[in-house]
Each structure stands twice: as structure tokens, then as C-alpha cells.
């Protein structure tokens, strides 16, 4: 046996123990939060695409799209990051609480 096939022999298979499974963590399309997001997601992307048309047929002018595009980025990594600030106390609380 070669060096590279002894290393391949011994290497051992770590196998992370499972963790019960919360009873509020759900999947996400039952999440309200999940599904609220995606709606106002695809509403963006709608109204961009809207004005992307009305830009072609000279209704709209360049500027406003971006001034779309801005708001829609500002208000998505908004909440991506307001929502992250609230799941991390939610989850300290829960610890908190099962260790009194």
C-alpha cells in the first residue's frame, strides 16, 4: 500500500449528533415571515419589471428605475438584517429561559 491509500484507509467519518427538532422551527413555506417576504419580493420584482416596460415605450424615465431598484435593495437587506437581530434575542431568551 501506498502512502495516499494507508491516509484514505484510516480516515474516520465524524457524524454530528442530530438535535431535536424545536417545535416553532418550521419549514418555509409555513413560515409567515418567509412567505411575506417572498410576496413582497416578487411584488418588486414586478413593479421593476412594469417599469422596465413603460422605460421601453418612453413613459418612464431612467432615473426612476433606479430609484426603484435602490429602494427595493434598501428595503430587503433592511429586513434581512432586522429579521437576523430578532431571531439571535428571540433564541438568547429561549436559552435564557430553560436555564432558569
Known sequence: MSGDEK???????????????????????????????FLSD???????????LAWQSGEISQASIIAAIIASAVTQISYVIV?????KHVRCARIDKKEK
Do not use: C, H, N
Not at 11 to 28: F, G, L, M, N, Q
Not at 42 to 52: A, D, F, R, S, T
Open 7 to 37: 491516509d484514505l484507509v484510516e480516515a474516520k467519518v465524524y457524524i454530528t449528533p442530530s438535535r431535536p427538532k424545536d417545535e416553532t422551527e418550521k419549514s418555509p413555506l409555513q413560515s409567515k415571515k418567509f412567505v411575506s417576504y
Open 42 to 52: 416578487l411584488l418588486w420584482k414586478g413593479i421593476i419589471l412594469g417599469m422596465v
Open 83 to 87: 429579521q437576523g437581530w430578532i431571531d
